[in-house]
C-alpha cells in the first residue's frame, strides 16, 4: 500500500488545482492566441502531471523496487514547466521581444547549467535549483508590475502579488533548513496561486475588452443614428430646395418659350430672338443650379475616404481647374504660404478650396489689384486655413447667413452664382469635424477660414468669436 506524506499530499492536492488551471487557459486560447494562454495551459498542465504523478510513482517505486527513471521524467518535466511559463507569461504582459520558442531554450539552457553545477558542487549547489527558479518568479513579477502600469485595470497587479508568494515560501523554507525535495512539494502551492491569479487577471482582462466593445458598440450606434437623422434632415432640406427653387426658373423658362413661340408665329422674329436670349442665360443658370444641387447631395452624404494629404498640391489641383474657367490672368492674384498635410477626403477638400478660392476671385475683380492669399497656421490639435481677398467684403452683422443654401448677400445681376457654393463647403468640413468662418467688412475684402482637427473631433477647439 502507498502512503503519501503530508507534503506529497499537498503537492498532489496542488496538482489537482493545476489541471482546472491549465483547462481554463486552454478554454480560452482561441478567444486571445496573442496572449500566450496556450502556453500557460501547457505549463500548468505539465505541472499538473509533475505534482499529481511524480509523489505517486517514486512512492510506488520505493515499495515496489521498481527501476522507473521517474526522476528523470520529473526533471523533464519542470525544466519544460518553467520554460512554457516563463514564454507563456512574455506574450500575456506583451514583453514579446523574442519568440515564445527561444525563452522557452533559454530556460533549457539556465537550468542544464544549474544541473552541471549541482553535479560539480552537490553540497554548496544543493538549494540552485529552487533559488533559480524563486529569481525567476521575481522577474516574472517585475513583467507584470511593468504591465499594471500599461493596463491599470486589467489585474495585473493582482497576479503579480500572487507570483510572489512563490519566491518568498522557497526563500523561506530555504533559511528554515526544509530538505530541497520538500520544498519543491511545497512550491507547488504558490505555484498554483500564480496560476489562479494570472486566470484571474485574465478574466479581468476579458471583461475589460468586452465593457470596451459595449462602449464601442453603443457609440458606433449613436453616430450611425446620427448620421441617419442628418441623412434625413439633408434629404428634407434638398426636397425643399428642388421644389422651391427649381419650380421657379423652370415656370420663367416655360412662360418666356410660350410668349417666343407666340412671338415666332406673330412673325416678329427679333422679339423672339430676345426672349431666347433670356431663355439660354436662365436655362445655364439653371444648369449650374441643378450641378450645385446634385454637388451638395453628394458632398452630404458619399463616403468619406480619409487618407494623408498635401494641402500645397490639393491647392494646386485647384488653381489649376480655377484656371480653366477664370482664365490665366484672374488666377494670377492667387499667393499662399507653407501649407501641411492634412488626413481628409482629398477630392472633397479639393472642392473646398476651388469653391472659396473661386468666391475671392470673383469678388476681388473689380479691385485695383486683386490678391488672394492662402496661408495656414497650426491649432489646438489640428490646422486652420485662411482664404484672404481685397474685394467688396460683406455686412459682417448678416455672416451668420452666409453659409446657409440659396443665401446671397450681394446681387445677382453684380456677382454670379446660384448661392450653394459656401453650404458645400460648409457641409464639406463639418463632415470632416471641423468648422468655418468668415470675417470681412464692406470694402475692405474678406477672410474665409475652416479648422481641421487632426485627432477626435470631439477635441476639436470652439469656433471663435469675431
Known amino acids: 500500500m502507498i502512503t503519501l506524506t503530508f507534503s506529497e499530499g499537498l503537492a498532489v492536492s496542488a496538482g489537482v488545482m493545476q489541471a482546472f488551471v491549465a483547462a481554463t487557459f486552454w478554454r480560452f486560447k482561441h478567444a486571445r492566441p496573442e496572449w500566450g494562454l496556450g502556453w500557460l495551459a501547457a505549463a500548468y498542465g505539465m505541472g499538473s502531471l509533475l505534482n499529481i504523478g511524480a509523489p505517486v510513482l517514486i512512492k510506488a517505486q520505493q515499495v515496489a523496487g521498481l527501476s522507473l527513471s521517474i526522476k528523470l521524467v520529473a526533471l523533464v518535466l519542470g525544466i519544460s514547466t518553467m520554460g512554457a511559463l516563463v514564454a507563456g507569461l512574455h506574450k500575456y504582459t506583451r514583453h514579446a521581444r523574442l519568440s515564445p520558442w527561444r525563452w522557452f531554450l533559454i530556460m533549457w539552457v539556465l537550468y542544464a547549467l544549474n544541473i552541471a553545477l549541482r553535479a560539480a558542487y552537490p553540497v554548496q549547489m544543493a538549494s540552485s535549483g529552487n533559488m533559480l527558479t524563486a529569481i525567476i518568479f521575481v522577474y516574472l513579477i517585475s513583467l507584470f508590475i511593468s504591465a499594471d502600469r500599461r493596463e491599470p485595470t486589467a489585474g495585473h497587479g493582482a497576479a503579480a502579488l500572487m507570483l510572489s508568494a512563490y519566491p518568498m515560501m522557497v526563500v523561506s523554507a530555504i533559511l528554515a533548513g526544509f530538505p530541497p525535495n520538500e520544498v519543491l512539494y511545497w512550491a507547488s502551492i504558490p505555484f498554483t496561486l500564480a496560476g489562479l491569479g494570472v486566470m484571474s487577471a485574465t478574466m479581468g482582462r476579458l471583461r475589460s475588452e468586452l465593457k470596451e466593445l459595449n462602449v464601442s458598440l453603443e457609440r458606433r450606434v449613436q453616430e450611425r443614428t446620427q448620421e441617419l437623422q442628418e441623412l434625413v434632415t439633408s434629404l428634407e432640406q434638398f426636397n425643399g430646395m428642388v421644389s422651391h427653387d427649381l419650380r421657379g426658373p423652370l415656370g420663367g423658362i416655360s412662360g418666356l418659350s410660350a410668349v417666343a413661340l407666340q412671338a415666332i408665329h406673330e412673325g416678329d422674329i427679333a422679339k423672339a430672338k430676345r426672349l431666347f436670349d433670356v431663355i439660354n442665360v436662365e436655362s445655364g443658370r439653371l ?139 460648409k457641409r464639406i468640413i463639418e463632415r470632416h469635424g471641423g468648422h468655418v468662418w468668415a470675417d470681412s467688412r464692406p470694402g475692405q475684402g474678406a477672410t474665409f477660414s475652416f479648422y481641421l482637427p487632426q485627432g477626435p473631433a470631439s477635441h476639436r477647439p470652439p469656433e471663435p468669436a469675431h
Open 287 to 425: 444648369a449650374e443650379l441643378v450641378s450645385d444641387l446634385l454637388t451638395l447631395a453628394k458632398v452630404s452624404h458619399s463616403e468619406l475616404r480619409r487618407q494623408a494629404s498635401s494641402l500645397e498640391e490639393l491647392m494646386q489641383e485647384a488653381v489649376r481647374l480655377l484656371k480653366v474657367s477664370h482664365g490665366d490672368h484672374a488666377v494670377s492674384c492667387i499667393r499662399h504660404g507653407p501649407l501641411p498635410s492634412v488626413d481628409v477626403d482629398p477630392a472633397l477638400l479639393r472642392q473646398v478650396l476651388v469653391n472659396l478660392i473661386g468666391n475671392a476671385l470673383k469678388f476681388s475683380r473689380q479691385a485695383p489689384s486683386p490678391d488672394v492669399h492662402v496661408h495656414a497656421e497650426k491649432a489646438s490639435e489640428g490646422i486652420t486655413v485662411h482664404i484672404q481677398d481685397n474685394g467688396v467684403g460683406f455686412d459682417p452683422d448678416k455672416k451668420q447667413v452666409l453659409f446657409s443654401p440659396f443665401k446671397r448677400l450681394h446681387a445677382s445681376s453684380e456677382f454670379e452664382g446660384t448661392g450653394i457654393g459656401l453650404t458645400i463647403v
